[in-house]
């Protein structure tokens, strides 16, 4: 079964590396300065002229509370009158990109990411739905991919019909951990209840998928309370689970520093946690997907994984890897055919920049051929737990075994150690190496070993 895990303590303490989570390939670490919005207007051209599918992704990053463990793009602020500016560059970002592409190119997925985008009012949100509305073809029949992250201490029941009546079908809720000790020493309390009756909400106005977000490693946590939490979470029975992994990085971002460090778990500890959750959604029936996801036999990631179609991009696994990314907002990246690009993650440049009727896309990088295989051999590793050469092959025209002849010691290694199994004519990673499969992409990756690995999280 795809979902089976073995767990070798061995192997991961041998394999636990740091190294990227490969959302895409190259990794954002290599975008640079040289992609402008000449580039961005040329993909969107090719875009519109194979009339692809799209996806949108819009940044919001305003939250009234600060979060210490939190490494998002965010503004904290108790003002919510900072919202309207921003909405107003958005509007103008929208209108611009709009303008280069083709009515007819329908959005499959689309997602409002954070910060809490559920900090902007009931007016707010609906002002800027109609603006997503008038410039891009919104499916209107429920069959759209349309989701929403939400901080249950920012939203209620009116709140939850509202993003139903406006077109959402999934939600992804923020928990992290139910313990008020943990939610103390990280400054996010936020009860049972309030989560449960964002999800009964969820549930009565009849969202397709929920998902609820965790994280182990936090200060305070132990493996006995971190497993309760978790049992709390399973009587929810959200469609899909992310367990993270908390990387503690006060140097890269300064509302960690505010955690204090004496009071996080051992790494011998957080393997427990890893450990124990892995047996108690395995036990409650979810399956494992890879990269921290789980999720229900019958959501669609599961399905998708089964029938090897599944795909993954900047908002994690998804069924809609086919389409092109649009990022709209600070800091949004769009991947848009071979081309990546991200707007700045300066607030104030941000909006600058759009009142000067210029997009504000600031960095990015093109694929070269070698980035289209490799990317193609990590997405199928981390998608589908294998990699058939002949596909690969045929697709870039290579002989697979001659291209990485200089990678071959190091899949041996990996397939003498147990993490893989290496044949003739294709790589399938073993139940004790699917919570690895970044190291065994890793190996792939032309870029790595130019890297910084600090500013990566450990696989485990």
């Not at 051209?45 to 992704?57: E, I, N, T, V």
């Not at 989701?147 to 923020?174: K, Q």
């Not at 929810?236 to 993270?244: G, I, K, T, Y």
Request: glycine share 6%; net charge negative.
């Amino acid at each position: 079964m795809l979902d089976a895990i073995r767990w070798d303590t061995d192997l991961i303490r041998r394999y636990d590396l740091s190294g990227p989570r490969y959302t895409s390939y190259p990794t954002a670490v290599q975008f640079n300065s040289q992609v402008g919005t000449f580039d961005l207007f040329h993909a969107l051209r090719d875009s519109r002229k194979a009339l692809r599918p799209l996806s949108l992704y819009v940044h919001v990053p305003f939250c009234a509370n600060i979060c210490y463990y939190c490494a998002c793009n965010k503004v904290i602020t108790k003002d919510r009158g900072r919202a309207l500016p921003y909405l107003q560059r958005l509007e103008q970002e929208i209108q611009l990109i709009a303008c280069h592409l083709d009515p007819a190119q329908k959005v499959e997925q689309l997602h409002f990411g954070g910060g809490t985008p559920t900090f902007l009012s009931h007016d707010e949100l609906r002002q800027l739905m109609a603006q997503l509305r008038k410039h891009f073809n919104l499916l209107d029949d429920d069959s759209g991919d349309y989701g929403i992250e939400i901080d249950p201490r920012e939203a209620d029941w009116s709140t939850m019909g509202l993003l139903r009546e406006l077109g959402f079908n999934r939600v992804s809720i923020g928990l992290q951990d139910l313990d008020p000790a943990v939610q103390r020493a990280v400054n996010r309390l936020q009860s049972l209840e309030e989560t449960r009756a964002v999800i009964d909400a969820a549930r009565t106005l009849q969202f397709r998928s929920i998902n609820i977000d965790l994280i182990y490693g936090l200060p305070r946590q132990t493996p006995e309370n971190f497993a309760r939490t978790v049992d709390e979470v399973i009587a929810l029975q959200p469609d899909r689970l992310s367990v993270f992994n908390y990387a503690h990085l006060p140097e890269r971002f300064l509302p960690q520093r505010r955690i204090n460090s004496n009071e996080l778990p051992t790494p011998a500890q957080k393997l427990e946690m890893l450990q124990g959750t892995i047996e108690q959604l395995t036990k409650a029936g979810y399956r494992y997907i890879g990269m921290d996801h789980f999720a229900l036999p019958d959501d669609e990631l599961a399905i998708a994984q089964e029938e090897s179609t599944l795909q993954r991009n900047f908002q994690g696994y998804t069924t809609h890897g086919h389409c092109d990314l649009i990022g709209l907002g600070v800091s949004a990246i769009s991947q848009i055919g071979d081309l990546y690009c991200q707007n700045t993650s300066d607030l104030s440049l941000y909006q600058n920049t759009l009142a000067s009727a210029q997009l504000a896309t600031n960095r990015g990088l093109l694929c070269n051929a070698d980035d289209r295989l490799r990317r193609a051999v990590i997405q199928q590793l981390i998608c589908s737990f294998t990699l058939d050469f002949a596909g690969i092959e045929q697709a870039f025209n290579i002989d697979f075994r001659g291209y990485f002849s200089e990678l071959w010691p190091q899949l041996e290694a990996m397939a003498n150690d147990g993490l893989i199994e290496l044949d003739s004519d294709r790589i399938t990673v073993l139940p004790a190496g699917r919570l690895l499969v970044r190291s065994v992409c890793m190996v792939f990756d032309a870029y790595l070993e130019q890297q910084n690995r600090q500013r990566f999280s450990r696989v485990i």
